[in-house]
T-cell receptor
Framework: QKEVEQNSGPLSVPEGAIASLNCTYS??????FFWYRQYSGKSPELIMF????GDKEDGRFTAQLNKASQYVSLLIRDSQPSDSATYLC????????????FGSGTKLNVKP | SAVISQKPSRDICQRGTSLTIQCQVD?????MFWYRQQPGQSLTLIAT?????????ESGFVIDKFPISRPNLTFSTLTVSNMSPEDSSIYLC?????????????FGPGTRLTVL
């Protein structure tokens, strides 16, 4: 069973700070990685995806991928109370969208 | 991105009955999946809905309990059969593939099911 591990949290950060969310995965052959945000009672919303080693930035969000160490992280700059949610890491098996493995999610609380 | 709709958005059902959940996508997609998410838990994949053939079920899920149809590339249904309170959950449809020139996966809004 391929595993995707996340710290369940909650991770608490003050408003305006950088929130750092981490995810490790067991399948060294994984190629594509996704971060989802899920508000309570809502479905997961795609924030970012990353395929290549290094950083990918989109607004206040930066995804970082290190395939050698098998981890992917999400940085949220200038955190806002509206960022308070559960963040799910997902890893796609192979290249054909046949299967995704999800972590259990990290709950983020941004305190005003 | 793909626009995904699910019906119903929520339902309350009696033990022993069945509920069929519909998932409609606004564009043709290769892969469609059905997930379950119980309160406070992460996502559990039920099955992959295959167009024109039987769904591929994950360990712990069987066709008799969760029959799935996928008659075309934009529509799928999941039936939760002979329901028990343990089936109370959020059921999510998702699509994956090349969508708007991006390889990714999106989720529908979910169906919140309560079984009494």
């Amino acid at each position: 069973q391929k595993e995707v591990e996340q710290n369940s949290g909650p991770l608490s950060v003050p408003e305006g700070a950088i929130a750092s969310l981490n995810c490790t995965y067991s399948d060294r052959g994984s190629q594509s990685f996704f971060w989802y945000r899920q508000y309570s009672g809502k479905s997961p919303e795609l924030i970012m995806f990353i395929y290549s080693n290094g950083d990918k930035e989109d607004g206040r969000f930066t995804a970082q991928l290190n395939k050698a160490s098998q981890y992917v992280s999400l940085l949220i700059r200038d955190s806002q109370p509206s960022d308070s949610a559960t963040y799910l890491c997902a890893v796609m098996e192979g290249y054909n969208f046949n299967k995704f493995y999800f972590g259990s999610g990290t709950k983020l609380n941004v305190k005003p | 991105s793909a626009v995904i709709s699910q019906k119903p958005s929520r339902d309350i059902c009696q033990r022993g009955t069945s509920l069929t959940i519909q998932c409609q996508v606004d564009s043709q997609v290769t892969m469609m999946f059905w997930y379950r998410q119980q309160p406070g838990q992460s996502l559990t994949l039920i099955a992959t809905a295959n167009q024109g053939s039987e769904a591929t079920y994950e360990s712990g899920f069987v066709i008799d309990k969760f029959p799935i149809s996928r008659p075309n590339l934009t529509f799928s249904t999941l039936t939760v059969s002979n329901m028990s309170p343990e089936d109370s959950s959020i059921y999510l449809c998702s699509v994956a593939g090349r969508l708007a020139d991006t390889d990714t996966q999106y989720f529908g809004p979910g169906t919140r099911l309560t079984v009494l």
